[in-house]
């Protein structure tokens, strides 16, 4: 049989083989939370601040990774521009020769408009306030608010009886004279009589004669009471002294009403015609008074604040005989039919006046007209899709359109969008635009080559016109 070993015994006999000493140095440890505060780490304990350094470093290398692979060399910040080289590389040195594309237009001739332009007001033709002439109480209101009424037209009626009483005593007391008058004559024909047969005083005569001719005078006084009766009883009907537009009515019916009354009825505007009164400068009064005094008729349009909206159009009227010097100013009236109530009263407009047209002028769009220090200038497109700087002198500029005094001709292609990216000499990719500014297809240059495929759309399809 395997006997086990004696394990025990060893045991025993390493403890008897210990030194004393060594066990009396032996300590028990003290429990994990009986340690105080201020015991020194061992130092195989990792450092917290040696931790955080660690990362940081860990971070910081991840970092300059990440960076190093977005921007190495060939590599594009979006994918269209990748693109935009690569086709570029094909024609040129690393895409350096590679056309800018641009939008384009064609100088052109036609006649243009020299306007004088001023803020203006429209002014009513006419306005009355209507008021009653006689006093009495407001019976009707023969009108709706905001009517159009013509010059006659009933308003409002008053109480008559007042007046037609008036009317009857004037009357009455015509009658009366009348019969007394009649009187006078009759016994003046008996003096006359009597005085041949010097049957009475000569002076009885002279006094019938004078008494006769007290009631005629009687009669026209009554007769002058009557027309002034008929004529207040004629007040109690309010009608308009004009025609036009009626605003809100300013008393009630059932009121009483005096014609010293200041607001009276209602006000009336009238609208058609209608007057602009507007200014301008008046160094452009040279502009202006020759056509005047020659008899012209200058042509006026209205617009809205914006200067967007055409209003109407009318004809110069009258020019002020002065200036203001508060503002350098001359005032201008302006008449215009109105016929579909466009102009409204107090209404702020935008007047130009038409004062000279240009014949067959050269205009290209005012997007193309660019300003240096030294010069004004275009680029001019040229037959071999490149382009050059060429300086210009603007006449005017009028809407969307430069009218250009010398530098161009009709035909001429200039660059109208895209010229932050030109240079003298550059090569363009055209895409022309119609009058609207919409791209209409590519350009083509002398013997109709390059810019565009056939059909007339430019290399890579067309392209939207930038705004």
Same mark, same amino acid.
């Given at each position: ?17 210990v ?6 140095t032996?300590?028990? #440890? ?9 015991t ?13 350094l ?29 693109q935009?080289q690569?086709?570029? #590389?094909?024609g040129?040195?690393g ?9 384009a ?7 243009v408009?020299v306007y ?7 002014a ?14 407001l ?5 709706h608010e ?11 009626e ?7 009483v ?6 009455g ?6 019969? #007394? ?15 041949q047969?010097?049957s009475i005083?000569r ?6 004669a004078a ?7 009687a ?14 009883l ?33 006000v009336i ?5 209608i ?17 005047v ?22 004809n110069?009227?009258?020019v ?12 201008l ?5 109105n016929?579909?109530e ?7 407009v ?9 014949r ?13 220090p ?13 382009v050059e ?9 009028e809407?969307d359109?430069?009218?250009i ?6 035909g ?7 010229v ?36 007339? #759309? ?7 016109a930038?705004?």
């Amino acid at each position: 049989m395997i006997s086990e070993p004696p394990v025990k015994e060893d045991v025993k006999q390493e403890k008897r083989a210990v030194p004393a000493t060594a066990r009396e140095t032996e300590k028990p #440890a003290a429990p994990p939370d009986t340690m105080t505060p201020d015991t020194p780490d061992t130092p195989d304990e990792p450092q917290p601040r040696r931790r955080w350094l660690r990362w940081l470093l860990i971070l910081g290398a991840v970092a300059v990774a990440i960076y190093l692979f977005a921007h190495r060399p060939g590599q594009n910040k979006n994918p269209g521009q990748g693109q935009d080289q690569a086709r570029g #590389a094909a024609g040129g040195k690393g895409g350096q020769d590679r056309p800018v594309p641009v939008l384009a237009a064609a100088a052109k001739t036609k006649d243009v408009g020299v306007y004088l332009t001023g803020l203006g007001t429209v002014a009513p033709l006419n306005t009355v306030g209507v008021k009653s002439r006689v006093d009495g109480q407001l019976l009707r209101i023969a009108f709706h608010e905001g009517q159009i009424v013509h010059a006659g037209d009933l308003l409002a009626e008053l109480d008559p009886r007042p007046f037609q009483v008036q009317l009857m005593q004037a009357e009455g007391q015509k009658a009366k004279d009348e019969a #007394a008058l009649q009187n006078a004559r009759v016994d003046l024909k008996r003096y006359q009589v009597l005085i041949q047969e010097d049957s009475i005083p000569r002076q009885q005569l002279d006094t019938q004669a004078a008494t006769v001719a007290q009631f005629e005078a009687a009669l026209k006084s009554d007769q002058a009471l009557i027309e002034s009766a008929k004529l207040n009883l004629s007040y109690a009907r309010v009608t308009a002294p004009a025609g036009g537009r009626v605003g809100l009515r300013l008393v009630d019916v059932g009121n009483i009403v005096h014609a010293s009354d200041p607001n009276g009825i209602v006000v009336i505007t009238q609208l058609q015609p209608i007057d602009v009164l507007f200014t301008i400068p008046a160094d452009h009064l040279s502009q202006v008074l020759p056509k005047v005094h020659a008899g012209q008729s200058l042509a006026v349009d209205a617009y809205d604040r914006d200067l967007k909206n055409k209003l109407a159009t009318g004809n110069l009227l009258a020019v002020d005989n002065q200036i203001d010097p508060t503002t350098g100013t001359v005032r201008l009236k302006a008449l215009f039919p109105n016929g579909d109530e466009a102009l409204f009263p107090n209404q702020f407009v935008n007047a130009r006046l038409l004062v000279d047209t240009l014949r067959g002028a050269v205009t290209v769009p005012a997007a193309a007209i660019q300003r240096s220090p030294q010069s004004t200038f275009v680029y001019l497109v040229k037959p071999d899709h490149t382009v050059e700087s060429r300086n210009v002198a603007v006449q005017m500029t009028e809407g969307d359109d430069a009218t250009i005094q010398s530098g161009l001709s009709a035909g001429d292609v200039v660059v109208v969008d895209g010229v932050d990216k030109l240079r003298p000499g550059a090569k363009v990719d055209v895409t022309m635009a119609d009058a609207a500014g919409n791209h209409t297809g590519g350009y083509r240059g002398a013997g109709g080559a390059g810019g565009a495929r056939s059909g007339g #759309a430019p290399a890579g399809g067309p392209r939207k016109a930038r705004s």
